[in-house]
C-alpha cells in the first residue's frame, strides 16, 4: 500500500515636503515702493526656488519610479523563471498522500493535463497551471475558466508537496498517469492501516537485544534494548502508502523505506527492508507497553 509522507517547502514574494514661506507685512508708507520691489524679488526667488524644488522631486521620482520597475521586472523575471522550472519538474509525474484525518489524494500531471482525485470519489481533471502559492485548474486550455484554486508548497530538494498545508505528497513510480483513480483508492487502502497503527506500540526479538516502535498518528519512535540494558532511541516522521512505510528526518528527508504487511486480525507487523531482511513485531498491551524497556529486557533474559 502506498503513500508516502514528506513535506515540504516554500516559496515567496515581497514587494513632502511641506514648506511654510512668509514675510513680515511693510507697516511703512513711505517704503512701501521698496517693500513692494523687495517682496518682487523675493517672490521671484521663492518661485526658481519652488521650480527647481519641483524639478528635483520630478527627477528623483521618475529615477525612484525607474528603480522600482526595474526591481519589479527582475523579481518578476526570476519568480517567472522558478515557476517554469517547477512547472517543467512536475510534468509526467504522479503524487499520492493523505492529510492527518487520513483523507487520501492523488495529483497527476501530464503535459497541460492534471488530474486531481480523493478517496471520497471526487476528482477533478483539467488544464493546469501554477504560482509559487497555488495550482490552479482550468476546464479550457487557455486558462480562462477556473475549476479549483489549491493552496500548495513545494520543496525540490526533499521532493515534498503539500496540498491545503496539511496534504502531504510523495512522487510515486508505480502508478502512470492513467492510473490516479487505481492510485487513490490503494493509498484509501493504506491509509486505513495507517489510522489503525496510530497510538500502538510493537516489539520484535532478535539475537541479544529487542527493538520496540511507538507509533503516533506523525512519529515513530523505535527504542533498540541490548542484552547488557543499554538502550537508543531513534525518531522519525512517517508516512505509509500500499507498499511502504517511509521514515524521515525533522526536514523531511528520507531515511528509509520499509515493505510493509499487517495480519488479518493486526496482531503482527512485518516490516522488511530493502535489503530484504524481514522483522515480525508483535503488538504490545497497554500493560506491557507502559514499561517498554523492561518488558523488552525480560524477552531477551536481561
Known amino acids: 500500500m502506498k503513500k508516502t509522507l514528506i513535506s515540504a517547502l516554500a516559496i515567496m514574494l515581497a514587494l513632502s515636503a511641506f514648506t511654510a514661506c512668509g514675510g513680515d507685512d511693510s507697516t511703512s508708507y513711505d517704503d512701501s515702493a521698496d517693500a513692494e520691489n523687495a517682496a518682487e524679488v523675493q517672490d ?34 526570476e519568480l517567472g523563471d522558478a515557476v517554469q522550472e517547477l512547472a517543467n519538474a512536475l510534468d509526467g509525474t504522479l503524487w499520492v498522500g493523505m492529510n492527518p484525518d487520513y483523507d487520501c489524494y492523488a495529483l497527476g500531471f501530464n503535459g497541460t493535463y492534471v488530474y486531481f482525485a480523493a478517496n471520497d470519489g471526487s476528482s477533478i481533471e483539467g488544464y493546469w497551471a501554477i504560482s509559487d502559492q497555488n495550482l490552479y485548474i482550468y476546464s479550457d486550455e487557455a486558462n480562462t475558466e477556473q475549476l479549483a484554486e489549491i493552496p500548495w508548497s513545494y520543496d525540490s530538494e526533499n521532493s515534498v508537496l503539500v496540498l ?38 510493537w516489539a520484535t526479538v532478535g539475537e541479544g537485544s529487542a527493538e520496540a516502535l511507538h507509533i503516533t498518528d506523525s512519529t515513530l519512535e523505535a527504542v533498540t534494548v541490548e542484552s547488557d540494558g543499554s538502550a537508543s532511541t531513534s525518531e522519525f516522521i512517517w ?51 507502559d514499561d517498554v524497556v523492561n518488558y523488552m529486557l525480560s524477552l531477551i533474559g536481561g
Open 164 to 201: 491545503n498545508n496539511n496534504a502531504v505528497m510523495a512522487q510515486t513510480d508505480s502508478y502512470s498517469f492513467d492510473q490516479a483513480a487505481e492510485a487513490v483508492q490503494q493509498m484509501a487502502a493504506a491509509c486505513k492501516v495507517g489510522e489503525y497503527l496510530q497510538g500502538t506500540y
Open 44 to 77: 521671484a526667488e521663492y518661485d526658481s526656488s519652488d521650480d527647481t524644488d519641483e524639478a528635483d522631486t520630478e527627477e528623483d521620482t521618475e529615477e525612484d519610479t525607474e528603480e522600482d520597475t526595474e526591481a519589479a521586472d527582475e523579481s518578476t523575471d
Open 239 to 289: 508516512g505509509i502508502d500500499y507498499n511502504n512505510i517511509y521514515l524521515y528526518d525533522s526536514d523531511y528527508a528520507l531515511q528509509g523505506a520499509l515493505d510493509w504487511q499487517i495480519s488479518d486480525d493486526g496482531s503482527a507487523l512485518q516490516l522488511t527492508t530493502p535489503d530484504g531482511i524481514a522483522s515480525i513485531y508483535t503488538q504490545l498491551t497497554e500493560e506491557e507497553a
